[in-house]
Nanobody, 115 residues
Framework: QVQLVESGGGLVQPGGSLRLSCAASGSIFGSNTMGWYRQAPGKERELVAAITTGGSTNYADSVKGRFTISRDNAKNTVYLQMNSLKPEDTAVYYC?????????WGQGTQVTVSS
């Protein structure tokens, strides 16, 4: 059984920064992709950023240049450094792990950008 535990959400003013972390535990073997999705009220869940075991990254256009995804393979942990946050970044952020034919989700962490 794979579990994803997220941390680091909260309330921040526009222009501020937050760092999200997600630790995966359980039976994880081989190459995989870890990432972050977000869902704002009334909107569909969307990909924010993803990173493979080898370090290849993919970002949504709306966060390029502001967000940075990284991972520690030894700890099965993925991070999302979010800078220059905007009110439109407000959403529940979900950690995601894709390995072989399975997909796992974290419970979500709220990020609110407001003055």
């Amino acid at each position: 059984q794979v579990q994803l535990v997220e941390s680091g959400g909260g309330l921040v003013q526009p222009g501020g920064s937050l760092r999200l972390s997600c630790a995966a535990s359980g039976s994880i073997f081989g190459s995989n992709t870890m990432g972050w999705y977000r869902q704002a009220p009334g909107k569909e869940r969307e990909l924010v950023a993803a990173i493979t075991t080898g370090g290849s990254t993919n970002y949504a256009d709306s966060v390029k240049g502001r967000f940075t995804i990284s991972r520690d393979n030894a700890k099965n942990t993925v991070y999302l450094q979010m800078n220059s946050l905007k009110p439109e970044d407000t959403a529940v952020y979900y950690c995601n792990l894709k390995v072989i034919l399975s997909t796992y989700w974290g419970q979500g962490t709220q990020v609110t950008v407001s003055s």
